[in-house]
């Protein structure tokens, strides 16, 4: 009897231990699949690349296919905005959700200029990586330091050859993991040598006469090319913007290489993918600036669970937005206090989201030579800017000085850049007011007009809440008004 119960005993232990084991490999298998059901998500960033030059954003003249087809696929929102017309300002808020002034990003991070992220930012990559997901890059990076900006994989191949960077990213594509593929392309930024010999040589934007490996060369004919308002109709500015067309239909040729290698691993249908740039075109008037043409980007996505197709959205996003978006698309839980910025996951689907009406810019050094704070707010149609170092002469970029399309007008002493005085784009006031409804090529300064006084004050407000609430150490230079007396501000 007692060997029978000793057995019986043996038997349950056996039973109970097997039990054990299937339900823990269950319980791996459900992770497993798990993991594997989140969305791939792409982030695809071009280097200063603006509205002006795509097909499904109104360019009739330049070639984008694949990125219109992206857009015929998704949705494209028509009020997207940069925080700082900078790359490595810009980027820092793109991975961290969070304002380059609070973060340390302050600017460029390579060279001298040596601007680097605070330690304890948490950033987008780092989260994904602790999720599950397979982090990977490729191309242009410019952030730091590399602890704060983490990914399991860097790819190597050159940042000009779109279709050479995409062929690289097929091992990241074919992973039985869900992955997170930051794709950032040089082009169309400026090429060397930034300053050319003559001096009215356009610059190439990485075009070459021998063009690239895998690369259809597109060209354009100056003649042809559309020139935005801002800048002088003349041949300078005609043969860069040709130059810039040229790059940017490179872009187009490696995205569409991207979504073929997503075809072929069977992935397009649980793939989210962003097209975005980093700041606008690298012309005077553009990059560097808060003017719209710096800071109005193009964004582009495809989201396969989205049921709508080919639709525009004209919420006003911001690339502090995008890592908690993406957070959520990724199922990844956060505490909406980490970021400054909040998801618009939810809001993908509507063309006119409520509530979605309001964006800051924050904008401090491009080179570190270049030191002109400039703090903005967007509320519904007018823009206040106000740029806190007015004082000052307008820096220019050591590339943007050097451009042909600068230096025709400087040299020839011409009083108007495009729609402004040369006196009024080197000279700044201390605010900027513009109704952006009637006035979209911000040349109507109303912030002496009394009839807008109260807009104004309204904004101004606006902007110091934001700076108290994004500990914004510019906040500061506000020191001789009285409205923030019993704010707890230490001025």
């Known amino acids: 009897m007692t060997i029978k119960l000793e057995a019986l005993k043996f038997s349950i232990l056996v039973t109970l231990a097997f039990l054990i084991v299937s339900c823990s490999n269950d319980k791996k298998t459900e992770i497993k699949t798990a993991e594997s059901d989140k969305a791939n998500i792409i982030l695809f960033v071009a280097d200063d690349h ?6 499904c954003y109104g360019n009739p003249i330049i070639k984008t296919p694949n990125l219109d087809k992206l857009a015929s696929e998704g949705v494209r929102f028509t009020n997207a905005y940069c925080t700082s017309a900078s790359c490595a300002a810009s980027r820092s808020v793109i991975l961290s959700g969070k304002y380059g002034h609070a973060t340390g990003s302050y600017g460029h991070v390579h060279d001298y200029h040596h601007f680097s992220t605070f330690d304890n930012v948490k950033t987008l990559s780092n989260r994904l990586t602790e999720a599950g997901y397979l982090t990977a890059r490729i191309g242009k990076y410019h952030v730091a330091p590399e602890k704060v900006y983490l990914f399991d994989e ?4 050159d940042p000009r050859n779109t279709v ?7 091992d990241v594509i ?7 593929l930051y794709f950032c392309t040089d082009d169309p930024h400026r090429g060397h040598p930034f300053k050319p010999e003559p001096w009215d040589t ?63 691993a069977g992935k397009l249908e649980n793939t989210i993918v962003f097209y975005i740039s980093d700041n606008g075109m690298a012309f ?10 710096g800071i109005k980007l193009p964004c582009i996505i495809k989201d396969p669970t989205k049921s709508k197709k ?32 909040k998801s618009f996951e939810n809001i993908i689907d509507n063309q006119e989201a409520e509530g979605w009406n309001q964006i800051y810019a924050s904008h401090t050094f491009h080179e570190i030579t270049m030191y002109y704070p400039m703090r903005v707010v967007i509320d519904e149609n007018y823009k206040l800017i106000w740029n806190i170092a007015y004082r000052l002469d307008y820096p220019f970029a050591s590339d943007l000085w050097a451009a042909s399309t600068w230096q025709a007008i400087y040299r020839n002493e011409e009083e108007y850049f495009g729609n402004r005085t040369v006196q009024d784009y080197m000279f700044r006031p201390e605010f900027e007011l513009f109704d952006l409804s009637k006035d979209p090529n911000e040349s109507n300064n109303l912030a002496k007009n009394e009839d807008f006084t109260e807009v104004l004050e309204s904004l101004k407000s606006k902007m110091k809440a934001f700076q108290l609430k994004t500990k914004d150490p510019w906040l500061i230079m506000w020191d001789h008004d009285s409205s923030l007396q019993g704010t707890g501000v230490n001025l």
Request: glycine content about 8%; overall charge negative; hydrophobic content about 30%.
């Open 50 to 55: 603006g509205t002006d030059a795509l097909g």
């Open 154 to 157: 860097v790819l190597e191949a």
């Open 164 to 170: 050479e960077m995409a062929d690289k990213c097929k």
């Open 174 to 180: 074919n992973s039985e993991k869900p992955f997170f």
């Open 202 to 264: 356009p610059n190439t934007f990485g075009n070459k006469k021998e063009g690239y490996t895998g690369v259809n060369q597109v060209t354009y004919n100056p003649e042809d090319v559309l020139v935005p308002e801002f800048l002088p109709d003349n041949k300078q500015s005609r043969e860069e913007i040709a130059q810039y067309y040229q790059s940017i239909s490179r872009i187009d040729q490696g995205f569409g290489k991207l979504m073929g290698h997503l075809k072929e």
């Open 284 to 293: 005077p008037g553009a990059k560097t600036t808060v003017y719209e043409p």
């Open 310 to 341: 080919g639709t525009t959205n004209t919420a006003r996003i911001s690339w502090v937005d995008l890592t908690p978006t993406i957070l959520d698309m990724a199922e990844v839980d956060y505490d909406k206090k980490d970021f400054h910025g």
